[in-house]
């Protein structure tokens, strides 16, 4: 399998922590879109959005809540989105969660990289930042646990995103979620091994 991705994207992240909890490191060749010179992304996926998953049998798969699933059925099941209903539910909306936040954050990220000083919009800004403090906030009041699933791997991605583009400023808030991570990190070496 091949997978185009950036190092730093955040949704690439979710997708390399789950391909290597999942036992695929070696069976997934990572691909830097960024160094694409056949523009693979854009003929395979008419977002042109990354990451972009080739299956061996040619598949294109793109949007990492998909490419996860597709992960977790390649590795039989159940592995990282759970089989019972409750449990399911709560880690694909731990999912989303943590999904939004990336979202937002990469919205904040490209209105500073990407506009002129004179055209970036102090009220976009802080829309999008009141959605990842929210974020942050229900994750503080109701952390993740120590299962590694979709959710959970969501959040620390999502998470790592925030400690590389905002130097991790929201630690200090929310004291009991950078634990959370921290504790994600020393027992997921995948979490380590895909830093930007």
Known sequence: MKLRYSPASPFARKVAIAGRVLGFADRIEMIDADGDPGDVV???NPLNKIPLLLTDEGMAIFDSRVILEYLDHLAGG???LPAAPEARFR???????ADGIMEASILVSYEDRWREPAQISQKWLAHQQKKVDQGLAALEADLPGDE???GT???ASALGYLDLRQGGVWRQARPKLA???D???ARVP???LTAA
């Open 91 to 97: 880690s694909l909306t731990q999912q989303a969660l």
């Open 153 to 155: 791997i969501a959040v």
């Open 190 to 192: 995948a979490y380590g």
């Open 42 to 44: 854009r003929s395979r």
């Open 78 to 80: 159940h592995r990282i």
């Open 183 to 185: 504790g994600f990190a």
């Open 148 to 150: 590694i699933d979709v």
């Open 179 to 181: 634990a959370w991570l």
